[in-house]
T-cell receptor, first 113, second 118 residues
Framework: GAVVSQHPSWVICKSGTSVKIECRSLDFQATTMFWYRQFPKQSLMLMATSNEGSKATYEQGVEKDKFLINHASLTLSTLTVTSAHPEDSSFYIC?????????FGPGTRLTVL | AQKITQTQPGMFVQEKEAVTLDCTYDTSDQSYGLFWYKQPSSGEMIFLIYQGSYDEQNATEGRYSLNFQKARKSANLVISASQLGDSAMYFCAMRERFSGGSNYKLTFGKGTLLTVNP
């Protein structure tokens, strides 16, 4: 149980375009989902917390207008990287919480050319 | 201030031996939780074990056990009988409450890269 999927697993895009990443909880409902970013050889950094039906809560330093988060249902949250630039290239991971434990998706590797 | 400290950037262990990965934490909350996750080279984060601050017994999950010393604020992960497939990055994390809210978030340490030698 507690399986989280992400799509796509990797994406390459041109600078200036937007990319949408989906995060789904497959066998449970998640009122709260989290989005993390991980640069090579570094730890996970929380970007935002997404609650179903309400606005996301962003961590300090994360641009709300650049990283758009939507949590439209109890099983789906999306992260859209708008006007992507090479510095946005990173590994993006979502998680969904069951009680107090977070279960993670497999991650999406974004490369912006 | 760093809330989760993992002092071992890398560790080596021989196959079939036990290894301890260190983790210390800092919090003023009475209620908190500590987690260990494994991240293989594929990137997925795999939940290993959880210890609640009020749990009196150390958590165990198969070959994984958590050596919880509350007074010392440490939550070390012990892997027994290491296997080649245990080679991965290991992250210690603490559940803490959002300031002013009722939601919780995880704060991660910098990780320890474990290499199991045959």
């Amino acid at each position: 149980g507690a399986v989280v999927s992400q799509h796509p697993s990797w994406v390459i895009c041109k600078s200036g375009t937007s990319v949408k990443i989906e995060c789904r909880s497959l066998d449970f409902q998640a009122t709260t989902m989290f989005w993390y970013r991980q640069f090579p050889k570094q730890s996970l950094m929380l970007m935002a917390t997404s609650n179903e039906g309400s606005k996301a809560t962003y961590e300090q330093g994360v641009e709300k207008d650049k990283f758009l988060i939507n949590h439209a249902s109890l099983t789906l949250s999306t992260l859209t990287v708008t006007s992507a630039h090479p510095e946005d290239s990173s590994f993006y991971i979502c998680s969904a919480s069951v009680i107090y434990t977070q279960y993670f998706g497999p991650g999406t590797r974004l490369t912006v050319l | 201030a760093q809330k989760i400290t993992q002092t071992q950037p890398g560790m080596f262990v021989q196959e079939k031996e036990a290894v301890t990965l260190d983790c210390t934490y800092d919090t003023s909350d009475q209620s908190y939780g500590l987690f260990w996750y494994k991240q293989p080279s594929s990137g997925e984060m795999i939940f290993l074990i959880y210890q609640g601050s009020y749990d009196e017994q150390n958590a165990t999950e198969g070959r994984y056990s958590l050596n919880f010393q509350k007074a010392r604020k440490s939550a070390n992960l012990v892997i027994s009988a290491s296997q080649l497939g245990d080679s991965a990055m290991y992250f210690c994390a603490m559940r803490e409450r959002f300031s002013g809210g009722s939601n919780y978030k995880l704060t991660f340490g910098k990780g320890t890269l474990l290499t199991v030698n045959p």
